[in-house]
């Protein structure tokens, strides 16, 4: 799915989504329905085997860290920390990291403007359990900062945010 500019079809927000059926006992993705498939055919024409794979980077080891407790609002009704709440996280340790410990010695971006963002769940985390978030700056660019979210050293979450460095226009969004 993509959203354009109709002005000047400049691309302004795009998504890849993999849709998957969770049996709510077993916990375990499972198939849907034929029902369903023939319904919604038209979502399907491209089929998973067309979206990219995402392989989340190793943090450095000079990489900035911070661990966060994840609270009972940070839950949906299933028990899981909302999708949101990764990204607040990582945001959170950025801004952590900059304040704090004056870690980044070349990032330029705005952590209130980004304006692409790669995001990667591999495993759930829930309510009291305690996760580290990982930031460290990308090595060719100066606006890109890359996070890894681990709870027992288990990769979680991982991003990766292109940000607008601090002269840029606002968004058209």
Aim: glycine share 4%; proline share 3%.
């Amino acid at each position: 799915m993509a959203v354009s500019d109709s002005s000047d079809d400049e691309l302004l927000a795009s998504t890849l989504v993999k849709l998957a059926k969770v049996d709510s006992v077993a916990r375990r993705s499972s198939s849907f329905p034929d029902s369903f498939a023939k319904k919604f055919a038209e979502f399907f024409k491209t089929g998973t085997s067309q979206l990219p794979m995402f392989r989340p980077l190793k943090a450095p080891h000079n990489s900035f860290s911070h661990q966060f407790v994840i609270r009972p609002s940070d839950t949906d009704s299933n028990g899981h920390t909302s999708n949101y709440v990764y990204t607040e996280l990582c945001l959170d340790c950025a801004h952590l990291a900059a304040t704090k410990r004056d870690y980044f010695k070349r990032f330029t971006g705005d952590f209130d403007q980004p304006k692409m963002v790669e995001r990667y769940f591999a495993k759930e985390c829930g309510e009291g359990d305690t996760v580290k978030v990982v930031v460290w700056e990308d090595g060719d660019s100066t606006t890109v900062l890359h996070f890894q979210v681990d709870k027992d050293n288990v990769l979680l979450f991982h991003a990766n945010f292109d940000f607008y460095s601090g002269n840029h226009t606002l968004s058209k969004l």
